[in-house]
């Protein structure tokens, strides 16, 4: 495990000053005495992936990502930071799991709203570890897991992979006598074993299909995300580009046969984004390898972009 230090960002340049600004333009490195913004944290890992017997590639997810993000226009005067990223080098997840649940940890006690940029979705346990320290482990608060996900993950493994991060959530949780609050949009039932389906009744979880993620629901889609944050204090946010359709979302360590649509996860990062609750969010799963024209890294970043917006709106 080794950390790097910011990226060096470029773009097109229109001008001087806000009113033509883009990511490249006015994303900065980051420091613990930087005013409050978004700080974006990479971790540059796909270890978790190829112990889960997935697609490697995605440990080059956090560049790419930052490459899209580039050039987006910005509309507003938040603060934006660069952390560099935690990197797997070898097979120390474990290790690099915990050193970027510390940077998460020190963004939040900062006064900053993390945003992790993967990397295999391994991440999710490493952005729990950091949210859980930032708030403090002994919290009174409900933690709420909104996972956008083709798949529980919640695999039964001897040592973690990206498909057991959500039961490790509910295990840690669980050992501090608190009941994970984990809902998934997007299940494909195809995707998950019938052993997944019931291990995610026996911890509470609650799900929508991808099936049942239509245009024409989108309503019900919004009222289960609406309960959700009715029930928690405050929100992690996890999207595995999986859940989008694979010929929308090609790069992915495992595409998705039918997968949501994008209308419908703008709807729903916009809902969370801007209820006051979002503390971090991560985007998982990008694998740059077998993207095609940049499309996956392009609908991340726009997603990346969405979430922090929308949370400065608020």
């Not at 998982?284 to 949370?311: K, V, Y």
């Amino acid at each position: 495990m080794t950390r790097i230090g910011p990226s060096r960002w470029t773009g097109r340049d229109d001008g001087p000053g806000a009113p033509h600004a883009r990511w490249h333009s006015t994303i900065r490195p980051y420091s613990e005495a930087d005013a409050s913004g978004a700080v974006l944290i990479g971790f540059a890992s796909d270890e978790g992936v190829r112990r889960n017997g997935g697609r490697v590639g995605a440990a080059d997810g956090p560049e790419a990502l930052r490459k899209a993000l580039a050039p987006l226009a910005i509309h507003d005067d938040l603060s934006r930071y660069d952390a560099g990223d935690v990197v797997v080098d070898g097979a120390d997840l474990e290790a690099a799991q915990a050193e970027l649940g510390e940077a998460v940890a020190q963004a939040l006690r900062a006064g900053h709203f993390p945003l992790v940029l993967g990397g295999g979705h391994e991440v999710a346990y490493a952005s729990y570890l950091g949210v859980n320290a930032g708030l403090g482990i002994d919290r009174r608060r409900t933690l709420g897991v909104l996972n956008l996900d083709a798949h529980f993950d919640l695999r039964a493994a001897d040592r973690p992979t990206s498909g057991t991060g959500f039961a490790q959530i509910a295990e840690a949780e669980l050992a501090h006598g608190r009941q994970v609050k984990y809902r998934v949009i997007g299940i494909g039932r195809a995707a998950n074993t019938r052993t997944l389906f019931e291990r995610a009744d026996s911890i509470g979880a609650r799900y929508l299909l991808d099936d049942e993620c239509r245009i024409d629901r989108i309503d019900q889609v919004l009222a289960f995300v609406d309960d959700h944050l009715a029930e928690i204090d405050d929100l992690y946010l996890t999207i595995d580009l999986d859940v989008l359709p694979a010929a929308v979302a090609p790069g992915v360590s495992a595409p998705a046969a039918l997968g949501v649509v994008p209308e419908i996860i703008q709807a729903v990062v916009d809902r969370v984004a801007s209820s006051g609750k979002l503390r971090i969010a991560d985007i998982a799963e990008l694998n740059p390898r077998f993207d095609i024209d940049g499309r996956t890294a392009r609908i991340g970043a726009r997603l990346i972009d969405r979430i922090i917006s929308q949370r400065n709106c608020t």
